[in-house]
């Protein structure tokens, strides 16, 4: 079975073919960052017309490079939610006509459902097991018992870890989106900066980081305002490079403290020897991160599993891939009414 799958909930027009054997024949993206750049986050209207102006070329030009023909499609998986509703609008309209022309049907796939079950598809992994899903939009702990299966451990009470990340940057000139460019800098500072671990004395999953971004704000303001910066109109490298990396370390402690909670819960449910830990979304790419996060699993005899960085940002493998599992489990389903706030 070879399927299409289609995303355009974001910043990325994302098409990917693949088959029911995990052969990713086309995985290809079209990235509007620097359509955004300028305004240091994604401008909605700017990104649905950017989608719409490009989704049909570049899905011929993707296909025809990889000798794909389109009589070959078996199924298209298409994001429907959640998402700016400009871009789901276009990927869907524009995945509906298409099946519609080739007599296959559409399924409607939940972006966070494609980013909790890509692991599956970059690795070999059964049912049960634990996912971090940490992106620009969204910042939460999920059990995955099956396809379909889902249970909320905990969530964002505000801001996403990847927003985090984005917004720290602008305030210290660094380019979107910030979380490469944080990683980048963060090797080289010399001091660690103390900042608050917001919600960790509470015993839950839940995650909070508007209280981190304003403590951040406030000391980057003072540094800006000291009489070195002022004469030079900007923080020096130096002090650019210690908040970033102490950025950093304090996300992947608060994620660690978190996700010893989610554990907790999800060993008391299901009593799996090494279960495990799939670190997904965005936020996902970055090594220290990820070096973190697997130290802290194996101090837990739990094992990190990550998609690699292509299957972690935006991508249309994950939907596709989505699709295949649901048309698999028999509950793949033709809805595709827009839901820009669904939860999985
Ligand atoms: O999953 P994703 O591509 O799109 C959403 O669904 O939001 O995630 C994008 C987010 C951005 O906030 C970006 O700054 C962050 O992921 N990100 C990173 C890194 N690469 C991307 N954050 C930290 N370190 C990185 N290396
Ligand atoms: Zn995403």
Request: net charge negative.
């Amino acid at each position: 079975m070879k399927i299409l799958g289609i995303e355009s909930s974001c910043d990325e027009t994302a098409i990917a073919v693949i088959d029911d054997t995990k052969k990713i024949y086309c995985d290809a993206v079209f990235s509007q960052i620097n359509l955004h750049q300028l305004y240091g986050g994604v401008v909605p209207e700017i990104a649905a017309r950017s989608h719409l102006e490009i989704i049909h070329d570049f899905t011929k030009t993707s296909l025809e490079r990889h000798d794909i023909d389109l009589n070959q499609l078996d199924a298209i998986a298409v994001t429907s939610g959640p998402g700016l509703i400009g871009g789901l609008m276009v990927g869907v309209n524009f995945a509906q006509t298409l099946a519609h022309l080739l007599n296959i049907p559409c399924y409607g796939i939940n972006h966070l459902e494609g980013h909790a079950l890509c692991v599956r598809l970059s690795h070999d992994i059964a049912f049960p097991y634990l996912v971090l899903l940490a992106s620009g939009g969204h910042c939460q702990i999920l059990a995955v018992r099956n396809v379909g299966d889902y249970v909320l451990y905990g969530q964002t009470l505000d801001d996403s870890a990847g927003e985090t990340f984005d917004k720290i940057a602008h305030l210290l000139g660094l380019a979107y989106p910030g979380g490469p460019e944080i990683e980048k800098i963060a090797q080289y500072a010399d001091t660690v900066i103390e900042l608050p671990l917001p919600l960790t004395n509470q015993q839950n999953c839940n995650f909070s980081f508007s209280g981190l971004k304003s403590a951040i704000r406030r000391k980057i303001l003072a540094e800006k305002s000291d009489a070195e910066s002022m004469t030079k109109g900007v923080l020096s490298q130096q002090k650019i490079a210690n908040f970033a990396f102490s950025l950093q370390q304090n996300i992947a402690d608060i994620f660690s403290n978190r996700l010893t909670h989610a554990l907790a819960r999800f060993n008391e449910e299901f009593n799996i020897t090494n279960p495990i830990i799939a670190l997904v979304g965005g936020v996902a790419s970055n090594k220290v991160i990820r070096q973190k996060l697997s130290d802290f699993c194996k101090s837990e005899q739990a094992r990190l599993v990550c998609p690699p960085q292509n299957l972690c940002t935006d991508n249309a493998a994950m939907i596709a891939w989505a699709g295949i599992e649901r048309i698999t489990a028999n509950n793949a389903s033709t809805d595709l009414t827009l839901y820009p706030r669904n939860p999985l």
